[in-house]
């Protein structure tokens, strides 16, 4: 079953800051993170494993609830090379594939 | 190579034609993933490569889907008798051995049947 991201799409200033989540009503074993501008491949940006700590740094990181099957991306002083669309990617133990959410638009504006 | 490559880029063909998308992953990435991807919507998973076999391939639409992997590297997806409901971007991912690693997509191959 597909993660649920929140929100569908957000629009900030340069330096704001925004928080993405997803959500999985099955156990995850690992959330994945992406990054895909219009008309380009989607890129990696991290990866949280069940038990793991909080990844990232700098001004983009993640966390894992375990408990609450949710993940939350964490974009500090946003910079307009943030823009894009964000995905989370679930696995759940002993898959070998990701579920992706429906993505997350994110707008920068100068 | 340096990257996951895909080709065609861009690909027109008419309704009814068979069509072959063809992926070459990144040199040693034993794993190998297709997606599709509609205009503004998420990635919907089609089939899994591990090695040259296919333990899930549970994504294929239909049975006019098939997908190949020789020598552990390219693969080619075949679509036949294409609907205007094929038409999507098709990306092809790979990845390296081991939970920690993440998927590196090529550019997808824009398909449009009309």
């Known amino acids: 079953q597909q993660p649920v991201q929140s929100p569908q799409a957000v629009i900030l200033r340069e330096g704001e800051d925004a928080v993405i989540n997803c959500s999985s009503s099955k156990a995850l074993y690992s959330v994945h993170w992406y990054r895909q501008k219009h008309g380009e491949a989607p890129v990696f940006l991290m990866i949280?494993?069940?038990?793991?700590e909080q990844k990232g740094h700098e001004k983009i990181s993640a966390s894992f609830n375990e408990k609450k099957q949710q993940s939350s991306l964490y974009l500090t002083a946003s910079q307009l090379s943030y823009s894009g669309t964000y995905f989370c990617?679930?696995?759940?133990?002993?898959?070998?594939?990701?579920?992706f959410g429906q993505g997350t638009r994110l707008t920068i504006n100068p | 190579g340096a990257g996951v490559s895909q080709s065609p880029s861009n690909k027109v063909t008419e309704k009814g034609k068979d069509v072959e998308l063809r992926c070459d992953p990144i040199?040693?990435?034993?794993?190998l993933y297709w997606y599709r991807q509609s205009l503004g919507q998420g990635l919907e998973f089609l089939i899994y490569?591990?090695?040259?076999?296919?333990?899930?391939k549970s994504g294929l639409p239909s049975d006019r889907f098939s997908a190949e992997r020789t020598g552990g590297s390219v693969s080619t997806l075949t679509i036949q008798r294409t609907q205007q409901e094929d038409s999507a971007v098709y990306l092809c991912a790979s990845r390296s051995t081991g939970s920690l690693y993440g998927y590196t997509f090529g550019s997808g191959t824009r398909l449009t049947v009309v």
């Open positions: 040199s040693g990435h034993t794993a």
């Open positions: 990617g679930t696995a759940t133990q002993g898959a070998q594939k990701l579920v």
């Open positions: 949280l494993l069940k038990g793991g």
């Open positions: 490569f591990q090695g040259n076999s296919a333990p899930d």
